[in-house]
């Protein structure tokens, strides 16, 4: 089975530096099978038939010297994103939660976005922005405060670049 590791903040800038190639080896040095890389915005794609999240972001701190949180998707979750009519519009990121949504954060949700947007198996927002990422308040951090939970933030590109290579 495919999965992506999709780690958030690091190469942004001078901050967070880690090397696609020693991160490769670093995931098959913890077992994982044809392990690839997909651009510097930290995109592991790797096949096995289990994950584990905690040792992923331990390993990753000890490595690195600094936390580094994962987002593990398959590829059918990444498939079933990609055929969701919202994925088919212009301007669109997939945000990835790190768990699944309650009900009451559901609501603060459809309260507050006024972007086109849907929680998509509770634990993935696909949002179709009215501005660019960089104009628009419907960010990582965003989500992140309003939520409590972590998230990272793949373009629509990204999503279909990634999805090829699983």
Known sequence: MSFVA?????NLGA??????????????????????????TGNVIFDNKTYDVL?????????YGFDIPVVVRSKDA??????????LKE????????????DEQLAVLENLVDDEFIVWNRCNIIINL???YHQTK???????????MTSTARNQNTVNKILKKM
């Open 6 to 10: 999709l780690l958030r903040g690091i």
């Open 91 to 102: 301007q669109v990121y997939v945000m990835f939660l790190e768990k699944d949504v309650s």
């Open 55 to 63: 040792q992923l972001q331990n390993t990753l701190r000890e490595t």
């Open 78 to 87: 990444f498939e079933e994103i990609q055929q969701h009519p919202i994925f």
């Open 138 to 148: 419907f960010t990582n951090t965003f989500f992140e405060r309003k939520l409590g």
């Open 15 to 40: 901050k967070n530096k880690v090397d696609m190639k020693s991160l490769k080896l670093l995931f098959e040095e913890m077992g994982y099978e044809n392990v690839r890389t997909y651009i510097q």
């Open 130 to 132: 009215s501005k660019t």
